[in-house]
């Protein structure tokens, strides 16, 4: 693959750029390091003797600043191809830090002041010195030199070598390294087995009872459909996931280290662990290796470049639903010169931001004659909207085949209309009449299949994730729950909440209590027991919300979890208050209160929004909050109602302490456990949740309503007038780890009962191996 040339614009020898240096202002720039794994040296260069800056010393592998117009990642790729010839892919580049140079050489007339934008590059063996194709007037020379060597020479100031201060913020690239590849085996797989041990294995031989044989063979494809699900949501998580994700499957009968890499990111679905605030268990280093045969000058004898696919040590915000070096200010900067329609589509569940220079270096055109001059217009704004029918078409042609064909098997009527709707949908990106088909379904055989759920966009909460469930309806639970969704506009109308915010007409909630047979896509980490759909708010204004109850999932759960964390961290006297029950009960409460409370508002200006809109990447964690605390106030309402009986009070609120637990070890980056972290800190802070001096906890029934109520009005407010501020406020306040809640963690981290579970789906592994 080879790289447009284009005309540099660097501080050196450019009169607008050099201003920067005459001025000293602060600007930003990249560096670019090439990492030989096998020899573990880095590549230098020698800086042209014409350099206005430390002339014929030995630098980074590759630098540049960051042109007007320009984004981060391109400039790396640009100035490497520029500079050295190489032509390297998005997913060779991997962001490891940023770094502040401020320094004044030449007498004072050269002041720089950069925030430099690192990059690793990690190839597999030194590449060959034919291979480049040098500017000379950047670079005289290259030359690999261990990383030991360069660090010693550098922190002995040779005055050869560029300066840098390794015992500063530079020394994080030596630290990286000398950590990525002084691996002791034993005690990483030590490491890994104890993070595996923290979800229990569950078995899932769901029975059938009750599906007609028409549906049997329904099931067959949509277990199918779910596969492609899955492989949409590892692309959405990071653009190299899917290579890593197949590189980890194919070697892990390799070693037992490879064996317990696979299985831990098998749960993960990323190489960051959920449980541990996204925390990297894997680098780069055991990531895949690829091979570009023609990313540089060809050499005889040599096949080719081959490097590791990158990902970065912090797991980025914006998932793979944005450029990789794309900030909140950018996207906004952009957004504002949008119409209001395609601001609308630009924040909107069902598409992805790319770029345009993106785009035209990938495109065809830069495979051709090397060191091509061919020019790549930039547009003025370099993002644009593409949306999910476009930029997953193959996997979603292919879940549409399979779901029109199921639709064609059903004999239930409403499950046909669901998955033809949702076919259609999946090509024509137009998700509202299958929503309603959805909310809409009356059948044995239940599926959940689509983009819902946006906490993996943390940048925003704007993009929706693919996920999948497939079950079988609990004819029983599912009557008995019918008491909740039939009392919503009740408990609008009676929430603690002023008057003025509260919504007139809301609709009964459909409540489908299922046992899964299989999930997919995002269902990683922790297991949901059960979601409340959909998220469009258009519908939810409109129609209100659906419900669906994983019973066997909770049942799990309750026996694998939260029954050894009450047997902890809960007073002796009040461990028989925690029982199966109550833990459901309030399940089925919090997902009720999501369709409850605000959601289109009307903000001060008199402008109409949404909560989603105004909190952006906070609401994620104030809806799993509020969604809890008033489902736990809505609990008591309807036991004063004579709805539900009065022995439920205190069971439900000791469950309630225990489920604070559980969720919190989710990990504070996630929105269930920092929703929950804020919970137990407020009612810890009010008096309603008591530590005692064994280290276990009670529950004050005298103060744990008012606790409830306020905390309930607090976060209701806060959506109601979409104040981004107060929202923040209350997370960072309340949303962290405390002592009592630290506490808690070393006692079930010490006796290790399990944070969550991890479904084996025996039925549908049978079925599929049936059907070959």
């Given at each position: 693959m080879?790289?447009?040339?284009r005309?540099?614009?660097?501080?050196?020898?450019?009169?607008?750029?050099?201003?920067?240096?005459?001025?000293?202002?602060?600007?930003?720039?990249v560096?670019?390091?090439?990492?030989?794994?096998?020899?573990?040296?880095?590549?230098?260069?020698?800086?042209?003797?014409?350099?206005?800056?430390?002339?014929?010393l030995?630098?980074?592998?590759?630098?540049?600043h960051?042109?007007?117009?320009?984004?981060?990642?391109?400039?790396?790729?640009?100035?490497?191809?520029?500079?050295?010839?190489?032509?390297?892919?998005?997913?060779?580049?991997?962001?490891?830090?940023?770094?502040?140079?401020?320094?004044?050489?030449?007498?004072?007339?050269f002041?720089?002041?950069?925030?430099?934008?690192?990059?690793?590059?990690?190839t597999?063996s030194?590449?060959?010195?034919?291979?480049?194709?040098?500017?000379?007037?950047?670079?005289?020379?290259?030359?690999?030199?261990?990383?030991?060597?360069?660090?010693?020479?550098?922190?002995?100031e040779?005055?050869?070598?560029?300066?840098?201060?390794?015992?500063?913020?530079?020394?994080?690239?030596?630290?990286?390294?000398?950590k990525?590849?002084?691996?002791?085996?034993?005690?990483?797989?030590?490491?890994?087995?104890?993070?595996?041990?923290?979800y229990?294995?569950?078995?899932?031989?769901?029975?059938?009872?009750?599906l007609?044989?028409?549906?049997?063979?329904?099931?067959?494809?949509?277990?199918?459909?779910?596969?492609?699900?899955?492989?949409?949501?590892?692309?959405?998580?990071?653009?190299?996931?899917?290579?890593?994700?197949?590189?980890?499957?194919?070697?892990?009968?390799i070693?037992?280290?490879?064996?317990?890499?696979?299985?831990?990111?098998?749960?993960?679905?990323?190489?960051?662990?959920c449980?541990?605030?996204?925390?990297a268990?894997?680098?780069?280093a055991?990531?895949?290796?690829?091979?570009l045969?023609?990313?540089?000058?060809?050499?005889?004898?040599?096949?080719?470049?081959?490097?590791?696919?990158?990902?970065?040590?912090?797991?980025?915000?914006?998932?793979?639903?944005?450029?990789?070096?794309?900030?909140?200010?950018?996207?906004e900067?952009?957004?504002?010169?949008?119409?209001?329609?395609?601001?609308?589509?630009?924040?909107?569940?069902f598409?992805?931001?790319?770029r345009?220079?993106?785009?035209?270096?990938?495109?065809?055109?830069?495979?051709?004659?090397?060191?091509?001059?061919?020019?790549?217009?930039?547009?003025?704004h370099?993002?644009?909207?593409?949306?999910?029918?476009?930029?997953?078409?193959?996997?979603?042609?292919?879940?549409?085949?399979?779901?029109?064909?199921?639709?064609?098997?059903?004999?239930?009527?409403?499950l046909?209309?669901?998955?033809?709707a949702?076919?259609?949908?999946?090509?024509?990106?137009?998700?509202?009449?299958?929503?309603?088909?959805?909310?809409?379904?009356?059948?044995?055989?239940d599926?959940?299949?689509?983009?819902?759920?946006?906490?993996?966009?943390?940048?925003?909460?704007?993009?929706a994730t693919?996920e999948?469930?497939?079950?079988?309806?609990?004819?029983?639970?599912?009557?008995?729950?019918?008491?909740?969704?039939?009392?919503?506009?009740?408990?609008?109308?009676?929430?603690?909440?002023?008057?003025?915010?509260?919504?007139?007409?809301?609709?009964?909630?459909?409540?489908?209590?299922?046992?899964?047979v299989?999930?997919?896509?995002?269902?990683?980490?922790?297991?949901?027991v059960?979601?409340?759909?959909?998220?469009?708010?258009?519908?939810?204004?409109d129609?209100?919300?659906?419900?669906?109850?994983?019973?066997?999932?909770?049942?799990?759960?309750?026996?694998?979890?939260?029954?050894?964390i009450?047997?902890?961290?809960?007073?002796?006297?009040?461990?028989?208050?925690?029982?199966?029950?109550?833990?459901?009960?309030?399940?089925?409460?919090?997902?009720?209160?999501?369709?409850?409370?605000?959601?289109?508002?009307?903000?001060?200006?008199?402008?109409?929004?949404?909560v989603?809109?105004?909190?952006?990447?906070?609401?994620?964690?104030?809806?799993?909050?509020?969604?809890?605390?008033?489902?736990?106030?809505?609990?008591?309402?309807?036991?004063?109602?004579?709805l539900?009986?009065?022995?439920?009070?205190?069971?439900?609120?000791?469950?309630?302490?225990?489920?604070?637990?559980?969720?919190i070890?989710?990990?504070?980056?996630?929105?269930?456990?920092?929703g929950?972290?804020?919970?137990?800190?407020w009612?810890?802070?009010?008096?309603?949740?008591?530590?005692?001096?064994?280290?276990?906890?009670?529950?004050?029934?005298s103060k744990?309503?008012?606790?409830?109520?306020?905390?309930?009005?607090?976060?209701?407010?806060?959506?109601?007038?979409?104040?981004?501020?107060?929202?923040?406020?209350?997370?960072?306040?309340?949303?962290?780890?405390?002592?009592?809640?630290?506490?808690?963690?070393?006692?079930?981290?010490?006796?290790?009962?399990?944070?969550?579970?991890?479904?084996?789906?025996?039925?549908?592994?049978?079925?599929?191996e049936?059907?070959?």
């Amino acid at each position: 693959m080879f790289l447009p040339k284009r005309v540099k614009r660097r501080a050196f020898g450019n009169p607008g750029e050099g201003d920067v240096h005459r001025d000293g202002d602060y600007h930003r720039a990249v560096h670019v390091w090439i990492f030989s794994e096998s020899t573990q040296e880095l590549l230098l260069q020698c800086r042209a003797d014409c350099k206005d800056s430390w002339p014929g010393l030995w630098d980074i592998s590759s630098a540049g600043h960051i042109s007007a117009g320009d984004s981060s990642l391109i400039t790396a790729r640009r100035e490497l191809h520029e500079e050295l010839g190489l032509a390297l892919p998005m997913d060779a580049f991997e962001f490891i830090f940023v770094f502040l140079q401020e320094c004044v050489i030449n007498d004072g007339k050269f002041v720089n002041n950069e925030f430099n934008d690192v990059y690793l590059v990690t190839t597999l063996s030194p590449i060959p010195m034919e291979a480049f194709t040098l500017q000379d007037t950047e670079v005289s020379a290259v030359k690999y030199i261990s990383w030991v060597e360069y660090k010693s020479l550098l922190t002995k100031e040779d005055p050869e070598y560029v300066p840098y201060d390794v015992s500063g913020q530079y020394g994080q690239l030596f630290d990286i390294i000398e950590k990525r590849y002084k691996e002791n085996t034993e005690a990483r797989s030590l490491i890994l087995q104890k993070q595996l041990r923290r979800y229990a294995p569950i078995y899932l031989d769901t029975e059938l009872n009750g599906l007609t044989e028409a549906d049997k063979e329904a099931l067959v494809l949509l277990i199918k459909a779910a596969k492609v699900i899955d492989d949409i949501f590892y692309l959405q998580v990071w653009y190299s996931n899917p290579t890593l994700r197949d590189w980890l499957k194919q070697r892990c009968d390799i070693s037992d280290l490879d064996k317990l890499k696979w299985m831990y990111y098998v749960i993960n679905k990323s190489p960051w662990s959920c449980l541990d605030e996204n925390k990297a268990f894997l680098t780069t280093a055991d990531s895949a290796i690829r091979l570009l045969p023609e990313s540089a000058k060809p050499i005889p004898g040599w096949k080719g470049l081959e490097y590791r696919a990158a990902f970065p040590m912090q797991k980025p915000p914006g998932a793979n639903f944005y450029p990789p070096d794309m900030d909140k200010m950018e996207f906004e900067l952009w957004k504002s010169n949008l119409s209001e329609e395609q601001q609308e589509v630009a924040t909107g569940f069902f598409n992805v931001i790319r770029r345009h220079s993106e785009s035209n270096l990938d495109s065809s055109s830069l495979y051709g004659t090397f060191g091509s001059t061919n020019q790549v217009k930039v547009p003025i704004h370099d993002l644009f909207i593409v949306p999910f029918s476009h930029e997953y078409k193959p996997f979603l042609v292919k879940a549409s085949e399979l779901l029109t064909k199921a639709g064609d098997i059903t004999d239930c009527a409403s499950l046909k209309r669901l998955l033809k709707a949702r076919a259609d949908a999946f090509l024509s990106n137009d998700y509202y009449e299958s929503d309603i088909a959805w909310m809409e379904l009356d059948s044995k055989l239940d599926i959940t299949i689509g983009p819902y759920e946006t906490y993996e966009d943390t940048l925003f909460g704007y993009k929706a994730t693919f996920e999948a469930f497939i079950g079988i309806r609990d004819d029983k639970a599912t009557s008995q729950v019918k008491l909740f969704g039939d009392h919503l506009q009740m408990l609008e109308q009676n929430l603690p909440l002023d008057d003025i915010y509260k919504s007139k007409e809301v609709a009964a909630a459909p409540i489908r209590v299922i046992q899964l047979v299989y999930n997919a896509g995002d269902v990683k980490g922790p297991q949901t027991v059960a979601f409340n759909l959909p998220n469009d708010e258009r519908i939810v204004k409109d129609r209100g919300t659906s419900m669906v109850m994983l019973k066997n999932i909770s049942e799990a759960k309750f026996k694998h979890i939260l029954q050894p964390i009450a047997g902890v961290c809960v007073i002796e006297e009040q461990r028989k208050h925690v029982n199966f029950e109550s833990f459901f009960t309030h399940t089925i409460c919090h997902e009720c209160c999501h369709g409850i409370g605000p959601h289109t508002i009307v903000l001060p200006n008199g402008q109409e929004s949404t909560v989603r809109l105004e909190l952006q990447e906070l609401h994620s964690a104030l809806e799993e909050a509020k969604a809890d605390i008033v489902g736990l106030w809505a609990l008591k309402f309807f036991v004063n109602q004579g709805l539900l009986p009065k022995n439920l009070i205190k069971s439900m609120h000791v469950s309630f302490l225990a489920g604070c637990f559980r969720s919190i070890r989710f990990g504070l980056e996630e929105a269930h456990g920092k929703g929950q972290a804020l919970q137990f800190n407020w009612l810890f802070e009010k008096g309603a949740f008591v530590l005692h001096f064994d280290g276990t906890f009670s529950v004050d029934f005298s103060k744990v309503d008012g606790a409830v109520e306020s905390l309930s009005r607090e976060i209701l407010t806060i959506q109601a007038k979409g104040d981004k501020t107060a929202a923040r406020s209350l997370l960072q306040k309340y949303g962290i780890m405390t002592k009592p809640l630290q506490l808690a963690m070393e006692k079930l981290e010490k006796i290790e009962v399990p944070v969550d579970v991890a479904p084996v789906f025996c039925t549908a592994d049978k079925i599929l191996e049936e059907k070959r």
